[in-house]
């Protein structure tokens, strides 16, 4: 399973280097025919007050990297299927690449 994420993170970065950050509708999550979105319970934006709130051992890491916001939002098909999607920013395209590499 492990080599199979390593290429969608990728993916999914260097996707977010040639789109614009936000939907036609000025949100950070696009509208997704089929699906509902809606935000999760508890905090859907996290920052570097409160980023050990969801990732409390690995923060500090998340910080030294130049982590700047975490946003979260959930989507739900018709069949009950939910995807949770985290979007995480920090300060340069460096520090993103140092994260995940």
Same mark, same amino acid.
């Given at each position: 399973?492990?080599?199979?994420?390593?290429?969608?993170? +990728?993916l +999914?970065?260097s996707?977010?280097?040639?789109?614009?950050?936000?939907?036609e509708d %000025?949100? +950070?999550f696009?509208?997704v025919a089929?699906?509902k979105?809606?935000?999760p319970?508890?905090?859907?934006?996290?920052t570097p007050d409160n980023?050990?709130?969801?990732i409390d051992g690995?923060?500090?890491l998340?910080?030294?990297?130049?982590?700047?916001?975490l946003?979260?939002m959930e989507?739900?098909?018709t069949?009950?299927t939910?995807?949770?999607?985290?979007l995480?920013?920090h300060s340069?395209?460096?520090?993103?690449? %140092?994260?995940?590499s």
């Amino acid at each position: 399973m492990r080599p199979f994420i390593f290429p969608v993170v +990728l993916l +999914l970065i260097s996707g977010a280097t040639r789109y614009s950050a936000e939907a036609e509708d %000025g949100s +950070l999550f696009p509208i997704v025919a089929g699906w509902k979105i809606a935000p999760p319970p508890g905090d859907s934006v996290y920052t570097p007050d409160n980023l050990w709130d969801i990732i409390d051992g690995a923060a500090e890491l998340f910080l030294s990297y130049g982590f700047a916001d975490l946003h979260i939002m959930e989507y739900t098909d018709t069949a009950g299927t939910d995807v949770r999607v985290e979007l995480y920013r920090h300060s340069s395209r460096a520090n993103a690449f %140092g994260i995940y590499s």
